[in-house]
């Protein structure tokens, strides 16, 4: 099934006890694209400027990510961010910001893209992620990511969003401004009533929740002592869920456990290094083994 | 095997945002052996006043638990706590504190006792718990808590006792404080090379890591929105975990793996009510059926 990704592609400067390191690539769209091409095609929808480094264009290109959605603007310049890690490295601290194409008309969904079956809109404001969808034919399965500020400054639209797509992620402190609730498993089932069939709440090092029905999953994380940089994280833990929906038949409440499964040993994979170098020197056999270690590890 | 814990006995004042309850049966060692007596005998050390109320001991006496090793210090006042929680109920803020019978010598095992094969010295000082120690024969499995005060200011104790024991318990800000390290992983692994031949690490509502030899085992908490009370959460859990481990034959890692799944369950059983009240109205077939659904829902 066709898997088709909305979101940004950035040009990053992050620094973490481990280092610094300038000049990456990142995005959310980046980083999902990359950890979900490990199970099948991606459709990738965005936009660069000229300043974008032919290298980044050609790894993506290297990977089965179609980037002919991504728009190259003569006259633009790619979306830049700069941020940096402390302690345990829960949460990024933003020291440049530079939206440059991020501030522009966004990219629409090209022609040939409007009959994706799986579509993943990253993190944007809900008024685009709503109009992004309604450019989609007849999408089979819409996740949404979000973020506070989203949550909080456009509340309206973003409520009117969650009552057009099949599943939200998000984490425990987006889940708790959204609901006002401190406990997650409460948080999840409301959640669940203001529209989507499945929620996922993502708890970094601690794991994630996942909500349908009356049915939840709770996995934790992989756990690891090499964590060099969590950006993007939770988009690989994305792009590791949706690849694996988008390659099977089902997604039932056990193909969706499983997805969290593959979800959580893409993000163990990315946090290992800078940028998208985590996932660059492994194959799918080595999601599949880690996969199976984790499964072990989290028996009892 | 026979099952030994020494800990505090203690009157508690509990506030929570689901109400406010006095005089209830508290402490380290009340909790631990409740939770323990679902498996099998508990031996009991401790001390309390002629305040302490006699449906108390009834309630533990109605259990498989032996009280013939708690003092009753005629001239002395069981110890008390109040404390409060708020928001998601994460940690207590202490509002009254009497240790009364705990400022005293403290009470001996009794010669009956120092056979016991496995031994929970619940959190007390380190110079108490290395002197409780020595009064044993030779036990199979000695397991220590402990607290951030111990391990900052009688550090030197702490770490001769991390020497003597089989096992330590402790939750991820004590981790933290201990190794210095904010990588839990890193800090378990760490903790190991001080002496003990495996940790445990409590995480409250995002559960907890096992570490042993070179593996890992990682759970989550059962998800629940039930909690009324989470005073106890970690001697309910210590007591689960000692409880099934002292009913069994082996202490492998898989056998830790699964004690901490019963330690999770009885965890969660006691945080739905104040004082005991969780624990009092379930049966080991409670147990039993919420711990498959644990292993369910906790699957992928």
């Not at 690849?243 to 040993?265: C, I, P, Q």
Request: charged share 20%; proline share 5%; aromatic share 10%.
């Amino acid at each position: 099934m066709s898997l088709l990704v909305t979101g940004s592609i950035a040009i990053d400067s992050v620094q973490t006890p481990f280092g610094k390191s300038e000049g990456l690539l990142g995005g959310s769209a980046s980083y999902f694209s990359y950890a979900a091409s490990f199970f099948g095609p991606v459709r990738l929808v965005g936009a660069v400027g000229p300043d974008f480094p032919a290298e980044f264009l050609e790894l993506l290109k290297s990977r089965d990510i179609d980037t002919s959605g991504l728009e190259l603007r003569p006259n633009s310049k790619t979306f830049r961010w700069a941020g940096s890690y402390k302690g345990s490295m829960n949460e990024a601290v933003t020291t440049d910001l530079q939206l440059n194409v991020l501030a522009e008309t966004p990219p629409a969904i090209p022609p040939n893209f409007r009959d994706s079956d799986f579509v993943f809109l990253a993190n944007t404001s809900p008024t685009l992620q709503l109009d992004l969808l309604s450019q989609l034919d007849a999408p089979r399965m819409v996740v949404a990511d979000t973020r506070d500020h989203w949550i909080s400054e456009t509340r309206d639209d973003f409520l009117a969003l969650l009552k057009k797509i099949t599943g939200l992620v998000l984490n425990d402190f987006e889940a708790k401004i959204l609901t006002g609730l401190d406990n997650m498993v409460a948080a999840g089932q409301a959640i669940l009533k203001l529209g989507p069939r499945f929620v996922v709440i993502k708890k970094g090092e601690h794991g994630c929740l996942l909500f349908a029905d009356s049915k939840i999953c709770a996995l934790p994380a992989y756990p690891t002592s090499s964590v060099k940089d969590p950006t993007g994280a939770g988009d690989c833990f994305a792009g590791g869920m949706m690849g694996y929906l988008a390659a099977g038949e089902a997604v039932d409440f056990s193909a969706l456990s499983k997805s969290l499964g593959f979800a959580t040993v893409l993000a163990s994979f990315a946090i290992e290094d800078f940028s998208l170098a985590g996932l660059q020197g492994i194959t799918f056999e080595d999601i599949t083994t880690r996969l199976e270690k984790f499964r072990t590890l989290s028996s009892f």
